[in-house]
């Protein structure tokens, strides 16, 4: 990398709108974000190169796109965060102290960069009379093939079965405070996506085809006025192959005094044994709990996550819950012995799982609830919001 590249692709502190096109409030809306993670700046020169050409194309785009970049003062030092990663920040507490109109004094640097995010976001969010997509680019310490994170909505699931990739649903209930449940809470159709590996120029290329792919989903240009609109499907197609979809069954969490070390040469979506001796910690070695196959092993000093399990699931499945969750049948579960619902209203029910041992936590997915956490012997589910219809849509 020349010095000319490793310049454009940092960013002045505080500065999060690299560039914006578009004023039309009744049509879709798009916000990408790259670098949310600030030793990831393959999203960032992707969406720098995005702005370049989109500029002659405006007068063409039906709606909006919003280009941002993540965590500036971390991408400056090219480290994943300052004090804390930002990417788990985004929760009820974080948000309502960090809103615009808090004044108060920021503890870490990422709550500095929230409150910034928050101020350029939030305006865009009410303006909007149409549906709004948020699109957030990271990239992974190993090698492997790019593929998107999905929080399991159904429309999410209609944007990113549009596009040409591999789906992982369910990363939501694996991890707290990520910006894009913050998004998806909020009603925005959201999609992370994993380009590739940090330093490779495939990773750039990747994100960048990949943006005009989702501006063209999105509906807010036409198929004709993309640039090489075609060359962008098949970088696309070519580097995620054949798309699948899985679901996360497993998270590997870490903290620093684990002293975990991944052992080498596992790649995104390899196929694992149960009781795989995947990793080392302080205690001895990590074992897989089960067969699968194996996401984001962790091959860099910091993170949270040592590695995840996921597993294919057979379209039938996935018909199912489609069919299940167009009958509302979530609105009939509290009827079932040993469900309960509790004090947060019908969003969130409690499973006494003595009681509704036939209800194990993969029916409740089907019908659109996430797993908030097991009290005792009760297992708390809510139920995905905005899970059928968007509340921008009918602003008006
Ligand atoms: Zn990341």
């Not at 990831?40 to 919003?66: F, H, M």
């Not at 009603?187 to 792919?213: C, D």
């Given at each position: ?38 030793n990831e700046t393959a999203g960032i020169r992707a969406v720098r190169r995005v702005a370049k ?344």
């Amino acid at each position: 990398m020349d010095s000319t590249t490793k310049t454009a692709e940092i960013v002045a502190e505080g500065e999060h709108l690299i560039a914006s096109f578009g004023t039309e409030i009744c049509g879709p809306t798009l916000l990408v974000f790259g670098g949310i993670h600030g030793n990831e700046t393959a999203g960032i020169r992707a969406v720098r190169r995005v702005a370049k050409k989109i500029s002659a194309l405006e007068p063409r785009l039906s709606g909006r796109v919003y280009l941002f970049a993540g965590n500036t003062r971390a991408l400056q030092k090219g480290v994943r965060f300052i004090d804390i990663d930002l990417n788990r920040h985004w929760t009820d507490a974080n948000i309502t102290r960090n809103d615009p109109g808090s004044h108060l004094p920021p503890q870490f640097s990422e709550d500095r960069e929230q409150m910034e995010l928050l101020a350029a976001i939030l305006p865009i969010l009410d303006s909007a009379r149409g549906e709004v997509y948020a699109l957030d680019l990271h990239s992974t310490s190993a090698e492997g093939v790019p593929f998107a994170t999905v929080g399991d909505t159904m429309r999410n699931r209609r944007f990113a079965t549009s596009l040409p990739v591999t789906i992982l649903l369910g990363i939501e209930e694996q991890l707290e405070g990520t910006l894009l449940e913050y998004l998806n809470n909020i009603g925005a159709v959201t999609m992370g996506f994993e380009g590739g590996q940090h330093y490779a120029e495939s990773t750039v290329n990747t994100h960048e085809s990949l943006v005009w792919l989702a501006m063209e989903r999105a509906g807010i240009i036409a198929w004709r006025d993309v640039p090489d609109a075609e060359y962008h499907a098949q970088v696309v197609k070519n580097a995620t192959g054949k798309p699948e979809i899985l679901e996360i069954r497993y998270r590997h969490a870490i903290a620093e005094e684990d002293a975990f070390t991944m052992h080498p040469g596992y790649e995104n979506f390899q196929l694992i044994e149960k009781d795989e001796h995947l990793a080392d910690d302080r205690i001895g070695a990590v074992r897989a709990r089960e067969s699968g196959v194996i996401l984001m092993p962790l091959y860099q000093k910091l993170g949270e996550d040592g590695f995840f399990i996921g597993r294919r699931i057979r379209p039938f499945w996935l018909w199912l819950s489609a069919v299940l969750r167009s009958l509302h049948i979530a609105d009939l579960m509290h009827f079932l012995p040993g469900v309960h619902r509790t004090d947060r209203g019908r969003e969130v029910l409690r499973v006494d799982t003595k009681v509704a041992r036939f209800f194990p936590l993969q029916v409740f997915h089907l019908l659109g609830f996430r797993k908030l956490r097991w009290a005792g012997e009760s297992l708390i589910v809510s139920r995905r919001k905005h899970d059928i219809e968007s509340p921008f849509k009918d602003r008006g």
